[in-house]
Nanobody
Framework: VQLQAFGGGLVQAGGSLRLSCAAS????????MGWFRQAPGKEREFVAT???????YYADSVKGRFTISRDNTKNTVYLQMNSLKPEDTAVYYC??????????????????WGQGTLITVSS
């Protein structure tokens, strides 16, 4: 499965953005999907995940501000980001994992990755 993330950009602190991750090649309805981010000089970190049955988990740093969702009819996953903070500045990646029992926090568990989209939050 090929993934393409888009929707990044420049936003002021307190603002909102919605990222989309469009999949092609095969349906993602049976995949766990995740969003990760990587800030300059830092390791890639978990942001949110949604299982094939739409169970969601979030990093503590984004809980209550970000919402992950999926539309299997469009083969797309979304990340709605509200109340953005400068520390949310990073390249955001979407990823797909066919194994429902893997550790969703571990980037290594995901086999397919999008190209990343940059979000810059200004103070």
């Amino acid at each position: 499965v090929q993934l393409q993330a888009f929707g990044g950009g420049l936003v002021q602190a307190g603002g909102s953005l919605r990222l989309s991750c469009a999949a092609s090649g095969r349906t993602i309805s049976s995949y766990r999907m995740g969003w990760f981010r990587q800030a300059p000089g830092k390791e890639r970190e978990f942001v949110a995940t949604i299982s094939w049955s739409s169970i969601t988990y979030y990093a503590d740093s984004v809980k209550g501000r970000f919402t992950i969702s999926r539309d299997n009819t469009k083969n797309t996953v979304y990340l709605q980001m509200n109340s953005l903070k400068p520390e949310d500045t990073a390249v955001y990646y979407c990823a797909a994992d066919i194994n429902p029992s893997s550790n969703y926090l571990n980037p290594g568990a995901y086999h397919n990755w999008g190209q990343g989209t940059l979000i810059t939050v200004s103070s």
